[in-house]
């Protein structure tokens, strides 16, 4: 009862010297802002589920582990943007979608519905990887498949649902003239 009491002031103190550098380092990872407050809060979750305790908050080690887990958690928040954006545009790279004028985001229950279609092989490669976020060795060792084999798995998928896409467009475009 007592460890779990200290636990809880050793949060609030680290809540209060710590938050607003938090949230900066955590925006200048994200660049949002309502992204850097969830990457604060999911920092904070991490810490205690860690029961972490430092002596003295204030400590330079205990600066270290906090700026550390707010890194890692704004930079797995940044991954899943990255795997979002790969879902909803079906492109290898930002870049890609930056450059293009007809790259219009997709509607998940259009992504889901378009997945169905997938051949089974294919579409629990892309379910692991883009839905659940797994790794491609994750997603392997899940299938029994080789890492390789995963990969094109991956690619080939993304490509079918890039020309399912394309034709629906096609096919909307004439039924609307």
Same mark, same amino acid.
């Given at each position: 009862?007592?460890?779990?009491?200290?636990?809880?002031?050793? &949060?609030?103190?680290?809540?209060? $010297? !710590?938050?607003?550098?938090?949230?900066?380092?955590?925006? #200048? &990872?994200?660049?949002?802002?309502? %992204?850097?407050?969830?990457?604060?809060?999911?920092?904070? +979750?991490?810490?205690?589920?860690?029961?972490?305790? =430092?002596?003295?908050? *204030?400590?330079?080690?205990?600066?270290?582990?906090? &700026?550390?887990? &707010?890194?890692?958690?704004? +930079?797995?928040?940044?991954?899943?943007? %990255?795997?979002?954006?790969? +879902?909803?545009? =079906?492109?290898?790279?930002?870049? @890609?979608?930056?450059?293009?004028?007809?790259?219009?985001?997709?509607?998940?229950?259009?992504? @889901?519905?378009?997945?169905?279609? $997938?051949?089974?092989? !294919?579409?629990?490669?892309?379910?692991?990887?883009?839905?659940?976020?797994?790794?491609?060795? *994750?997603?392997?060792?899940?299938? #029994? +498949?080789?890492?390789?084999?995963? #990969?094109?798995?991956?690619?080939?998928?993304?490509?079918? $649902?890039? @020309?399912?896409?394309?034709?629906?467009?096609?096919?909307? @475009?004439?039924?609307?003239?």
């Amino acid at each position: 009862m007592f460890e779990a009491k200290r636990q809880v002031r050793f &949060i609030e103190t680290c809540y209060r $010297l !710590y938050e607003q550098k938090m949230y900066y380092v955590a925006y #200048r &990872i994200l660049n949002d802002e309502m %992204q850097a407050e969830d990457a604060v809060q999911e920092a904070f +979750i991490r810490l205690m589920k860690a029961k972490t305790h =430092f002596d003295d908050a *204030e400590s330079t080690e205990c600066k270290k582990y906090i &700026i550390t887990v &707010i890194k890692n958690a704004a +930079i797995d928040a940044y991954k899943r943007n %990255q795997r979002s954006n790969e +879902i909803l545009y =079906f492109t290898d790279s930002n870049e @890609e979608m930056e450059n293009s004028d007809t790259c219009d985001p997709y509607v998940s229950s259009e992504v @889901e519905e378009m997945m169905e279609e $997938l051949p089974e092989k !294919y579409y629990e490669v892309f379910k692991s990887i883009a839905v659940e976020g797994y790794s491609v060795k *994750e997603t392997g060792l899940r299938l #029994r +498949i080789t890492e390789e084999n995963v #990969r094109k798995r991956y690619s080939r998928a993304r490509k079918m $649902l890039r @020309e399912m896409y394309e034709r629906r467009n096609k096919n909307a @475009e004439y039924k609307v003239i």
